[in-house]
């Protein structure tokens, strides 16, 4: 009995004896031939005497003995590194009230400070339902980063995001006009 293992989706698929490889992924329907694919043998010894012919076509991958990924400590992160690095952001997040979502990974986000964007840097828009700009600088940006895959992420200063809230809710000159038919 052969088993082959989706090289997209991870499913291990098992194959009777006599019947014709898949030639795609019943879980996910990707293609099963070429690039990545990996051929498993199960069975005990008298199923490889018997297929002796097909195992000659099949490619034998050898592992290097001199190769240890033991002997490379520089890569290695210690477990203790590890815990104290996953203790670390636990207080970084509790010191926090503002707790985002990583919008790539799905992890919490770690404030990281403030950026203040002047008028130089910023060039506003001024909207004509309102005849004024929504945000108008100086305004602070808070930036996160997400401690997993290090995406950067800003969010509008909260006594800005009030700001816009009472512009956009007080503002009087918006006419709710129906549209010309």
């Not at 499913?11 to 070429?34: F, R, T």
């Amino acid at each position: 009995m052969a088993s082959v293992i989706c090289p997209w989706c991870q499913s291990e698929i098992i194959q009777e004896e006599g019947q014709e490889p898949e030639k795609y992924c019943p879980v996910c329907d990707n293609e099963l031939d070429g690039y990545r694919t990996l051929k498993l043998n199960i069975g005990g010894a008298e199923e490889d005497e018997d297929e002796g012919e097909e195992e000659e076509d099949t490619p034998v991958v050898a592992i290097d003995e001199y190769v240890s990924w033991e002997e490379d400590e520089e890569f290695i992160e210690t477990d203790d590194e590890l815990q104290q690095f996953e203790e670390t952001v636990e207080q970084l997040l509790n010191e926090q009230e503002l707790v985002p979502e990583c919008p790539f990974c799905r992890e919490f986000m770690i404030e990281t400070g403030e950026q203040l964007v002047s008028e130089a840097q910023f060039r506003p828009r001024v909207s004509e339902a309102l005849g004024e700009t929504i945000l108008a600088a100086p305004f602070t940006l808070t930036m996160f980063a997400c401690p997993s895959c290090f995406t950067v992420q800003s969010f509008l200063g909260d006594s800005y995001r009030h700001q816009i809230v009472r512009r956009l809710s007080q503002n009087s000159s918006v006419s709710h006009k129906e549209p010309e038919a």
